[in-house]
Each structure stands twice: as C-alpha cells, then as structure tokens.
C-alpha cells in the first residue's frame, strides 16, 4: 500500500513539472489606446503592466520598442508566480500627423509566447495643416532668378486660427500670408513664397509658422531645390 502511494505521488510530482511554466500576461490586453492627442501633447506616457500567470519563474530577456520615438523601460526582470511588472511607456508624437500604431517588443522565457508585442495607438491632430505636404522641392531654380513655391494652410479645427509669429530662413523670403492674417475653420488659403538663390548647388531652408491656437504646435514649411546655372551647361563642351 506504502508503495502504491509513493508511486501515485511520484507520478504527481512528474505530471507537475511536466506543467511547470512561466507565461506572460500584458494586464488589460495587448494595445493601448490614448485616442486623440496633439503635437502639444508629446511625449505621450502611460504604465503597461506584465503578469506572470504561469507557475514558474518568468524571465524577461527584452523590451524592444520597434522605432526611436518610443522609450520603455522595464523596472524588474524576473517575476515569481502571480508577480507583476511596469514598462514606463514613453511616445515621441512631435513629427506625426493622423492616425500611428507603434509597437513593443517582449521577449521572455515564456514557452507558449516567447515573442508579445504592444501595440501603441493614437492619432494626432494638428488644426493647421500645409497642404499638399509640409515639404516642398523645386528642382529648376537658376542664381539670381526669383523662383516661387506655391502651398496651402488649412484650418481644420473648429475655431479661428490666428497667425501670430512667422520666422524663415533665408532672410530674403517674401510670403503671401502675413502675421495677424486669421483662417477660420474649414478655410483653405493659397499661398505663395518667393526667393531668389544666389548660388549653384543644393538648396534648403524653412519656413515657421506660430498661431494663437493652444493646441497647435508651431507648423513648419521645408523648402528644398536644386540650383543650376543652365547658361553654363548650354556652354559646357560636348565629349
């Protein structure tokens, strides 16, 4: 009888082991949302919460967030049963318009889901936004002739939108738009900045909107080009 109960009991013990696993658990589930944000809002921070709801010792071997905007620090490695632990989340949004999904890496000892991921979401919303990009290029600019860029601004909140500051580089930019200059809602302006280059070469510079708007970040306008003297090409000995 004494035998048959050890062997029951041995055999118990195996089966046990057999079972004995970590597993890992992102409390609340596998996403968070932080809906709508805005630039002003950046860096956008939340707590994400891992379990261990296995039996066994869960090791934590990374925490990969899947782009440089992203920081998540871990505050423990390895979780007994029952055990939690925090990724203190942190998202860069200052470069992003509309809707992103980014993502957390975690790779652990877990045998089931050795690799989970996060997902991040948000979508960001600026009220005042260039059109048909914030980046404009012009590849037939000459030196000492005036070239024009041509880009919209729009308001797409739901209040007037003053221009309270404008700031560019070069110094010689001429623009349409004007500081005080208000875009109501839904409004669509034209707009137009000139400048003349005064060398052969690549070409850059900006243009910084400011505006009265709380929940505007200051909107930026790049300008790039390609300068060339068409004179000297045409004279340019043929091989």
């Known amino acids: ?10 055999m118990f013990a195996i089966v046990s082991c057999g079972y004995s696993q970590p597993k890992l658990e992102v409390v609340g589930g596998n996403s968070y949302d932080w809906g709508k944000s805005y630039p002003k ?7 994400i919460k891992i379990k261990n709801a296995g039996n066994d010792i869960l ?4 925490v990969k967030p899947t782009c440089g905007c992203t920081t998540a620090p871990l505050d423990k490695t390895e979780l007994k049963q029952g055990e939690e632990a925090t990724i ?7 470069s992003y318009t509309g809707s992103i999904t980014k993502s957390i890496h975690i790779i652990s000892n877990d045998p089931i889901n050795k690799d989970v991921y996060v997902y991040l979401k948000t979508n960001v919303f600026r009220p005042l936004i260039v059109l048909p990009n914030s980046s404009l290029s ?9 070239a024009t860029y041509e880009f919209q601004l729009k ?5 007037p939108i003053k221009i309270t500051e404008i700031a560019h580089t070069p110094d010689d930019v001429i623009l349409s738009i004007k500081k005080d200059q208000t875009i109501v809602p839904n409004q669509v302006v034209s707009a137009t900045a000139k400048l003349t280059p005064k060398q052969v070469g690549n070409f850059s510079g900006y243009i910084r909107i400011s505006t009265d708007d709380p929940n505007s970040d200051n909107v930026y306008i790049n300008l790039f080009g390609t300068v060339k003297d068409k004179n000297a090409e045409q004279k340019a000995p043929t091989k």
């Open 1 to 10: 009888m004494k035998k048959v109960a050890f062997m029951l009991a041995l």
């Open 41 to 47: 809002d950046s860096p956008l921070k939340t707590k």
């Open 59 to 62: 090791r934590i071997d990374a």
């Open 88 to 94: 203190d989340v942190s998202l860069n949004i200052s």
């Open 138 to 146: 012009k590849n037939d600019m000459e030196p000492n002739k005036a």
């Open 155 to 159: 308001n797409q909140g739901d209040k």
